[in-house]
């Protein structure tokens, strides 16, 4: 269950008892401490009070006799002012002027405005019982139930105090005053110095310095825990919260995702931890793409070798197989016939037909193979000589148009005059243009053949467009076309190899050759190009062709 | 029906057939083929693989394909190896096949003549 809680509140669930235990301790030492200073204070208030009035008791009962003797004529007459008239007035004054009552009080009072209160007799009888009894100190309530705090200090009979309260010399002497001497020994316990000190507002500072303590608690507690919160949040939660939505997404597959903590602290330590792991997943993952496609794109291209290899199977099976077996059985009829004796014309003459025929076409495809095997081994001398491509091209188209005619196609040349010359293998270049009208020829079996020759820059460009069955590879797929035994239908008749070898002898003069068709049935548009050069610097493949002889 | 691109094959199959009183069909591709079908449905088909257009292969399934012709048995004769063909050979396993480097006149009339009689 606290395992579950979040980390801020789980610190939360520490912090906040800890606070509160603490705060309640200093604060309930920090009351009580209060409260003893108050009382103190009061206490020595009441104290000086009473001692000053001790004292002045005292002073007065010493100097009775000044007091009482007239200075000129040596006569004495009290003056009414012995230690308890002049206590009684000094405690009226003092009470009246402060919030301390202060009196002087006795169990045997004269003066009925010393009768001593509850409390006081409690007390005095309780001084009686005890010999030399110090001061007591008391807590109580007045009648309206304000806190007070009772002081009383016992006076005992001393030497000044015999002559108006000790032995009666006879019975119902009177003192001085006028009272009844009533008979004290000296050390007797007279009476006492009552101080009643006001303690309502200690109370109630107590109170007030309580509830400040109390608010400050709740608001420091409060503060911490916010505090706490906020502080989690920016320096844990935060950070935390970006690392893990990092590692989130690197996990669902973007790998490209850093954690964005900039921090010095763990936090900043642990993402830049995390971001150098993070690049070195990326990394790695992006090598092992790589190798994955690497070895997908070798595979493709093994499959595609494989399919190639296929095709080459069945089309030179194709080339070499059909006209073989026309050829066998062609002969086998024919020694049949001539075993039965059977003499048909006409059927020596189809004989006779295939048999030529296939001959013509084996010697063909023989020729090719060899013929580009050759051209591909580079052995092949061209005789170079600088000549206008034009003239070549007329010548080509001529021999050309019977053939064409034959399907009903008609050749159209557009050649402009004034090219400049190319330095070219005669018999190569005219093998190429031948190619590609015979081509033409082949597979158009209406509309035309048009032949063209332009310059490009640098180059001459010659184009063989027809309005024939047109090609039904892709763009990208187009360069198959000039591989060897490469046949896109495969039962038309030819190895494949002619344009492979028209590929071949461009190539050697340093040009490009290539295939256009906007798709099946639209007609296809082969160009070729040669690089113009002067015959003083023959071209580098010449050279090389040259070297290697 | 004979389902051939080269005429030269065609003249020498006629040869072939001369005087075993069968009718002929000539196509020259899958395409011509399945028309002819509809016309005149054949006691059996001699077949070329490597065809313009419609293939040896297209035909076949198309034939196996269709109800009415599924039963016409198939006699492929073509210059591919025979071990191009298992595929064929799966859908109908009655297929006779004969390489074209092996054809003889005896060996077509007596294949012809076991499709005949079963």
Same mark, same amino acid.
């Given at each position: 269950? &606290?395992?579950?809680?979040?980390?801020?509140?789980?610190?939360?669930?520490?912090?906040?008892?800890?606070?509160?235990?603490?705060?309640?301790?200093?604060?309930?030492?920090?009351?009580?401490?209060?409260?003893?200073?108050?009382?103190?204070?009061?206490?020595?208030?009441?104290?000086?009070?009473?001692?000053?009035?001790?004292?002045?008791?005292?002073?007065?009962?010493?100097?009775? /006799?000044?007091?009482?003797?007239?200075?000129?004529?040596?006569?004495?007459?009290?003056?009414?002012?012995?230690?308890?008239?002049?206590?009684?007035?000094?405690?009226?004054?003092?009470?009246?002027?402060?919030?301390?009552?202060?009196?002087?009080?006795?169990?045997?009072?004269?003066?009925?405005?010393?009768?001593? /209160?509850?409390?006081?007799?409690?007390?005095?009888?309780?001084?009686?019982?005890?010999?030399?009894? /110090?001061?007591?100190?008391?807590?109580?309530?007045?009648?309206?139930?304000?806190?007070?705090?009772?002081?009383?200090?016992?006076?005992?009979?001393?030497?000044?105090?015999?002559?108006?309260?000790?032995?009666?010399?006879?019975?119902?002497?009177?003192?001085?005053?006028?009272?009844?001497?009533?008979?004290?020994?000296?050390?007797?316990?007279?009476?006492?110095?009552?101080?009643?000190?006001?303690?309502?507002?200690?109370?109630?500072?107590?109170?007030?310095?309580?509830?400040?303590?109390?608010?400050?608690?709740?608001?420091?507690?409060?503060?911490?825990?916010?505090?706490?919160?906020?502080?989690?949040?920016?320096?844990?939660?935060?950070?935390?919260?970006?690392?893990?939505?990092?590692?989130?997404?690197?996990?669902?597959?973007?790998?490209?995702?850093?954690?964005?903590?900039?921090?010095?602290?763990?936090?900043?330590?642990?993402?830049?931890?995390?971001?150098?792991?993070?690049?070195?997943?990326?990394?790695?993952?992006?090598?092992?793409?790589?190798?994955?496609?690497?070895?997908?794109?070798?595979?493709?291209?093994?499959?595609?070798?494989?399919?190639?290899?296929?095709?080459?199977?069945?089309?030179?099976?194709?080339?070499?197989?059909?006209?073989?077996?026309?050829?066998?059985?062609?002969?086998?009829?024919?020694?049949?016939?001539?075993?039965?004796?059977?003499?048909?014309?006409?059927?020596?003459?189809?004989?006779?037909?295939?048999?030529?025929?296939?001959?013509?076409?084996?010697?063909?495809?023989?020729?090719?193979?060899?013929?580009?095997?050759?051209?591909?081994?580079?052995?092949?001398?061209?005789?170079?000589?600088?000549?206008?491509?034009?003239?070549?091209?007329?010548?080509?188209?001529?021999?050309?148009?019977?053939?064409?005619?034959?399907?009903?196609?008609?050749?159209?040349?557009?050649?402009?005059?004034?090219?400049?010359?190319?330095?070219?293998?005669?018999?190569?270049?005219?093998?190429?243009?031948?190619?590609?009208?015979?081509?033409?020829?082949?597979?158009?079996?209406?509309?035309?053949?048009?032949?063209?020759?332009?310059?490009?820059?640098?180059?001459?460009?010659?184009?063989?467009?027809?309005?024939?069955?047109?090609?039904?590879?892709?763009?990208?797929?187009?360069?198959?076309?000039?591989?060897? &035994?490469?046949?896109?239908?495969?039962?038309?008749?030819?190895?494949?190899?002619?344009?492979?070898?028209?590929?071949?002898?461009?190539?050697?003069?340093?040009?490009?050759?290539?295939?256009?068709?906007?798709?099946?049935?639209?007609?296809?548009? &082969?160009?070729?190009?040669?690089?113009?050069?002067?015959?003083?610097?023959?071209?580098?493949?010449?050279?090389?062709?040259?070297?290697?002889? | 029906?004979?389902?051939?691109?080269?005429?030269?094959?065609?003249?020498?199959?006629?040869?072939?057939?001369?005087?075993?009183?069968?009718?002929?069909?000539?196509?020259?591709?899958? !395409?011509?083929?399945?028309?002819?079908?509809?016309?005149?449905?054949?006691?059996?088909?001699?077949?070329?693989?490597?065809?313009?257009?419609? #293939?040896?292969? #297209?035909?076949?399934?198309?034939?196996?394909?269709?109800?009415?012709?599924? !039963?016409?048995?198939?006699?492929?004769?073509?210059?591919?190896?025979?071990?191009?063909?298992?595929?064929?050979?799966?859908?109908?396993?009655?297929?006779?096949?004969?390489?074209?480097?092996?054809? #003889?006149?005896?060996?077509?009339?007596?294949?012809? !003549?076991?499709?005949?009689?079963?």
């Amino acid at each position: 269950m &606290f395992s579950r809680l979040k980390l801020g509140t789980k610190l939360l669930w520490f912090i906040a008892p800890i606070m509160v235990v603490a705060m309640g301790i200093v604060f309930t030492w920090l009351i009580k401490k209060e409260e003893r200073l108050i009382r103190g204070e009061i206490k020595t208030k009441a104290e000086m009070l009473a001692l000053q009035l001790e004292i002045i008791r005292e002073y007065i009962a010493e100097k009775q /006799d000044v007091i009482n003797t007239d200075p000129e004529t040596g006569n004495v007459t009290f003056k009414h002012l012995n230690p308890a008239k002049v206590g009684a007035a000094i405690s009226k004054r003092i009470s009246s002027s402060t919030d301390y009552i202060i009196k002087q009080t006795s169990l045997n009072y004269r003066n009925p405005e010393n009768a001593p /209160d509850e409390y006081e007799i409690k007390m005095l009888k309780q001084l009686q019982t005890k010999d030399n009894e /110090d001061t007591i100190w008391g807590e109580d309530y007045d009648r309206e139930g304000k806190k007070i705090i009772r002081y009383i200090v016992p006076l005992y009979i001393k030497e000044d105090c015999l002559q108006c309260h000790g032995m009666p010399a006879y019975e119902g002497e009177l003192d001085i005053t006028g009272y009844k001497k009533e008979g004290y020994k000296l050390g007797d316990l007279r009476g006492a110095i009552s101080v009643i000190a006001p303690a309502g507002h200690m109370e109630a500072v107590i109170w007030t310095n309580t509830l400040i303590l109390f608010s400050i608690g709740i608001i420091s507690t409060i503060s911490v825990i916010f505090l706490t919160y906020l502080l989690i949040r920016k320096f844990v939660r935060k950070p935390l919260d970006r690392t893990v939505a990092a590692t989130r997404a690197i996990t669902s597959g973007d790998l490209s995702k850093r954690v964005d903590v900039k921090s010095g602290d763990e936090f900043g330590e642990l993402a830049e931890s995390f971001n150098i792991m993070a690049e070195s997943i990326e990394e790695k993952t992006r090598a092992l793409e790589e190798t994955t496609q690497n070895l997908e794109r070798a595979n493709q291209e093994l499959r595609g070798l494989d399919e190639m290899k296929d095709n080459i199977i069945r089309d030179v099976s194709h080339e070499l197989k059909s006209p073989l077996a026309q050829l066998r059985l062609a002969l086998e009829l024919w020694v049949g016939d001539k075993k039965d004796g059977a003499k048909d014309e006409n059927k020596a003459n189809l004989f006779n037909g295939i048999i030529k025929e296939n001959i013509k076409r084996l010697n063909k495809t023989v020729e090719s193979i060899l013929e580009l095997t050759s051209l591909e081994s580079g052995r092949e001398n061209y005789d170079k000589e600088s000549l206008q491509l034009k003239k070549l091209i007329v010548q080509v188209t001529k021999s050309s148009t019977l053939l064409a005619r034959q399907k009903g196609l008609t050749i159209r040349s557009i050649l402009p005059n004034k090219l400049p010359n190319v330095v070219v293998d005669r018999h190569g270049i005219t093998r190429v243009v031948t190619n590609l009208i015979d081509n033409a020829i082949k597979y158009t079996n209406s509309g035309e053949i048009s032949v063209s020759l332009q310059q490009k820059n640098s180059e001459l460009e010659v184009s063989v467009r027809d309005s024939g069955i047109g090609i039904g590879l892709s763009k990208e797929q187009q360069y198959k076309l000039f591989e060897r &035994f490469y046949q896109e239908n495969a039962s038309t008749p030819g190895t494949g190899v002619g344009l492979s070898i028209c590929k071949t002898i461009v190539e050697a003069h340093g040009g490009k050759i290539w295939a256009e068709s906007k798709g099946k049935g639209e007609g296809s548009t &082969f160009r070729f190009t040669l690089p113009l050069v002067t015959e003083k610097e023959p071209i580098a493949t010449d050279t090389k062709v040259n070297d290697g002889n | 029906m004979i389902v051939e691109d080269e005429k030269a094959f065609h003249d020498l199959y006629s040869v072939m057939f001369e005087g075993k009183g069968y009718d002929i069909i000539c196509a020259y591709d899958g !395409d011509e083929a399945m028309a002819k079908l509809e016309e005149d449905k054949p006691d059996v088909i001699i077949l070329d693989m490597l065809l313009d257009m419609v #293939t040896g292969d #297209t035909f076949f399934l198309y034939l196996k394909g269709m109800p009415e012709y599924a !039963d016409i048995p198939v006699l492929i004769i073509s210059a591919l190896s025979e071990k191009q063909y298992k595929n064929l050979k799966k859908i109908d396993p009655n297929l006779v096949y004969i390489e074209k480097s092996y054809l #003889t006149k005896e060996r077509l009339l007596e294949e012809l !003549d076991k499709i005949l009689i079963s």
